[in-house]
């Protein structure tokens, strides 16, 4: 019987690689004091046969706040990203971070994808990272 998706703290897998990406591709997500958490998954989710989720950037609601003490949570589904490299695996995260925007008043909101892809991952790494 399917309990459902099993979800544990993603810190002590991902929670220094997270740091690191923050640090040297979103900096301004840290200078803005939004607060960034991640979860693993272990279950894998996927919208269609053509469309695997690899991860998920779910902004918390104010009224959650109270129990979960992020602005954001990052989830990485790893039975789809099970064979991922370290390097696929901060692609991952970076473009998770790219979610993330900060208005002109630093009030931080969800974003979406500038094309199916972000824009600077296309550049930097290709369309088909994932698929290395």
Same mark, same amino acid.
């Given at each position: 019987?399917?309990?459902?998706?099993?979800?544990?703290?993603?810190?002590?897998?991902?929670?220094?690689?997270?740091?690191?990406?923050?640090?040297n591709n979103r900096p301004d997500i840290l200078i803005a004091g939004v607060s960034v958490g991640v979860v693993r998954?272990? /279950?894998?989710?996927?919208?269609?046969? =053509?469309?695997?989720? *690899?991860? &998920?950037?779910?902004?918390?609601?104010?009224?959650?706040?109270?129990?979960?003490?992020?602005?954001?949570l990052i989830i990485i589904y790893e039975e789809n990203c099970a064979e991922f490299s370290e390097e696929q695996m901060?692609?991952?995260?970076?473009?998770?971070?790219?979610?993330?925007?900060?208005?002109?008043?630093? /009030?931080?909101?969800?974003?979406?994808? =500038?094309?199916?892809? *972000?824009? &600077?991952?296309?550049?930097?790494?290709?369309?088909?990272?994932?698929?290395?």
């Amino acid at each position: 019987m399917d309990k459902g998706p099993a979800y544990a703290s993603g810190d002590e897998i991902y929670g220094e690689m997270l740091s690191d990406v923050l640090r040297n591709n979103r900096p301004d997500i840290l200078i803005a004091g939004v607060s960034v958490g991640v979860v693993r998954c272990s /279950k894998k989710k996927v919208v269609s046969r =053509d469309h695997i989720v *690899f991860g &998920e950037c779910k902004k918390i609601d104010e009224i959650y706040k109270i129990y979960c003490p992020y602005d954001f949570l990052i989830i990485i589904y790893e039975e789809n990203c099970a064979e991922f490299s370290e390097e696929q695996m901060r692609i991952l995260l970076y473009h998770e971070l790219l979610h993330i925007g900060i208005d002109d008043k630093g /009030k931080p909101y969800k974003k979406a994808h =500038d094309i199916e892809e *972000f824009n &600077e991952i296309f550049l930097l790494h290709g369309l088909n990272w994932h698929r290395k």
